[in-house]
């Protein structure tokens, strides 16, 4: 099993950045595929990103590429969210989860989740 906590998230204007990190617990983190899903209020959870467990396989939502950079330190156990050029609509909370059964970018692949951490984007 692992455990994820989410940090990083805050208020921000228009244009600016954030990082998130979810941090891991439990011994076997490198064997995880990791995402990072959003859900804005009234709104479906959607995946924004994905990055394989040996970082070769990367998956951005349309709405993110080339604004966000997923990133991981397995050594930490630490997925990252580099969030660029920030817009009103990426406002939601966001979640990090992790897959032991496979790729995917259906929340349904993903057994476990943090808590969450809200990401508000003023104009």
């Known amino acids: 099993q692992v455990q994820l906590v989410e940090s990083g998230g805050g208020m921000v204007q228009a244009g600016g950045s954030l990082r998130l990190s979810c941090a891991a617990s439990?011994?076997?983190?490198?064997?995880?595929?990791m995402g990072w899903f959003r859900q804005a209020p009234g709104k479906e959870r959607e995946c924004v990103s994905v990055?394989?467990?040996?970082?070769?396989?990367?998956y951005y939502a349309d709405s993110v590429k080339g604004r966000f950079t997923i990133s991981r330190d397995n050594a930490k156990k630490t997925v990252y969210l580099q969030m660029n050029s920030l817009k009103v609509e990426d406002t939601a909370v966001y979640y990090c989860?992790?897959?032991?059964?496979?790729?995917?970018?259906?929340?349904?692949?993903?057994?476990?989740w943090g808590q969450g951490t809200q990401v508000t984007v003023s104009s």
């Open positions: 989860a992790a897959s032991s059964t496979g790729w995917g970018v259906k929340d349904d692949k993903y057994a476990y």
């Open positions: 439990g011994r076997t983190f490198v064997n995880y595929h």
């Open positions: 990055i394989s467990w040996n970082r070769i396989t990367l």
